[in-house]
């Protein structure tokens, strides 16, 4: 008889997979974060992982279109969505006489993007987006929501201490115009490094695509204006910088923190930083970054910001809006590495394991629905054995109470509910172990 052949068992490098108590945990962040969006009226929202290449990639290129997973079935050239904005611009497009504007979505999701994986950053995860989409216009208040959704997601997650930085690209783009600088697009890459590089670093770099001392200083000072929200913006009027757009940038980002204040926002958790410059070519607006202020060596945690034109390759049609993302996966992962999310023993929905024994089976059947009928997880023990080995079951998977089904207990209708983490155990009819239960 030939030997048989075994396969080793693995995952691909990028790819995250996790112990059930771990995504017990992972789930439980996604729901907060499904269920906030919710409460400002986010339409959930899905489209394909697998989509046209010529119509997920009609602007892509550079390093992005290196990393996406691109193949071909039959004569279809198909390619995995990399995040979930492009493909909203396609169904918005696509769906445009169906849609009810401002058109207010959410999409939890998986993206994929081919690029090295390292710690904390993998090929396949998940995205937590929410965009507001108008129709030729869309008013800055929804830049001010964007951050009050930013503040109640992070605090329904049990964060306290976190900071939401934003800017307006308006006021970046317009100083810059205001000194003559004509690429515009490697300053603000160059910038948006400086929490990573430094001042100094960012000067020599500034000089090295070909800025003069004098305009790489400006720069420099100009994103280096500190204080608090009010104090920013009049040191940003005292420059004098004679530029329409830059004007136009101070007067959305004085108006969105008004409205950032009616949303009732603390002061201490959002903060205007013009070091903040998001690295891609589509912002146009207000742009956000939030930072764990105990876990600065996450990153941010949560970006985005304004765009003008969100479908300019699938419709003429004019579609402003504003929007950010969570990276689901990575913020997992970063919290887990640093010990905030602690150790969970719960590796199942379960509240209650029911244990039969001998010919109680129906009975405990018939408990287990009533439970389940109130809404309450429960499970049965379905293997013989000895009952030690039972409640050592519901231990590993932590399941908070056990009850045991035995003639008496079907006699007198009264079981002893156990307390697995104590070991406590009440005597209780069905309605009160429903009424603890739920408790």
């Known amino acids: 008889m030939a030997k048989q052949q075994v396969v080793t068992p693995s995952i691909l490098p990028g790819f995250m997979e996790l112990l059930p108590a771990d995504q017990m945990v992972f789930n439980q962040m996604l729901e907060t974060i499904k269920r906030t969006y919710e409460t400002y009226g986010f339409i959930p929202l899905d489209t394909p992982m697998i989509e046209k290449s010529e119509v997920l990639l009609a602007k892509s290129g550079g390093e992005t279109a290196k990393q996406v997973y691109r193949f071909n079935k039959g004569d279809n050239d198909l390619a995995l969505r990399f995040d979930l904005t ?15 504007f401002p058109f207010k979505r959410y999409h939890i999701g998986k993206v994929f993007r081919g690029e090295k994986p390292q710690k904390g950053r993998f090929r396949e995860f998940y995205q937590c987006d929410i965009d507001i989409i108008g129709f030729e216009s869309l008013s800055v208040v929804n830049d001010a929501e964007i951050l009050s959704v930013i503040y109640s997601t992070f605090k329904a997650l049990g964060f306290e201490d976190f900071t939401i930085r934003l800017n307006n690209r308006k006021i970046l783009n317009g100083f810059f115009e205001s000194l003559d600088i004509t690429d515009k697009a490697e300053v603000l890459r160059i910038i948006d490094k400086m929490e990573k590089i430094g001042q100094a670093a960012v000067l020599d770099e500034l000089k090295s695509i070909g800025l003069s001392d004098g305009d790489a200083g400006s720069v420099v000072k ?4 500190k204080g608090n929200c009010r104090e920013i913006i009049e040191n940003l009027r005292r420059l004098e910088v004679s530029n329409d757009m830059f004007s136009e940038g101070i007067d959305e980002l004085e108006l969105v923190i008004n409205y950032i204040d009616a949303f009732k926002v603390p002061s201490g958790n959002y903060a205007v930083d013009l070091t903040i410059a998001r690295g891609l070519d589509y912002y146009t607006g207000t742009i956000y970054e939030t930072i764990l202020n105990q876990y600065p060596s996450i990153g941010s945690v949560c970006s985005g910001g304004r765009y003008d034109n969100l479908a300019q390759n699938y419709t003429t049609k004019k579609l402003p809006g504003v929007g950010i993302s969570i990276g689901l996966s990575r913020l997992y992962y970063q919290l887990r590495e640093a010990g905030v999310l602690g150790e969970s023993r719960k590796a199942t929905p379960s509240q209650i394991l029911i244990i039969p024994m001998k010919e109680t089976m129906p009975q405990a059947l018939e408990l287990a629905t009533k439970v389940r009928e109130a809404g309450i997880a429960a499970e049965i023990y379905f293997n013989e054995g000895k009952i030690g080995k039972k409640f050592s079951y519901a231990d590993k998977l932590g399941i908070p109470y056990a009850v045991v089904v035995g003639e008496d207990e079907v006699n007198t209708g009264i079981y002893k509910l156990k307390n697995m983490a104590t070991g406590d155990q009440a005597e209780l009819d ?4 429903i009424e603890q239960l739920k408790a």
């Open 86 to 100: 492009v493909p909203l611009a396609r169904y918005v497009s696509q769906h445009f006489g169906e849609l009810t």
């Open 222 to 225: 100009f994103v280096g204006i």
């Open 430 to 433: 069905i309605q009160r172990i």
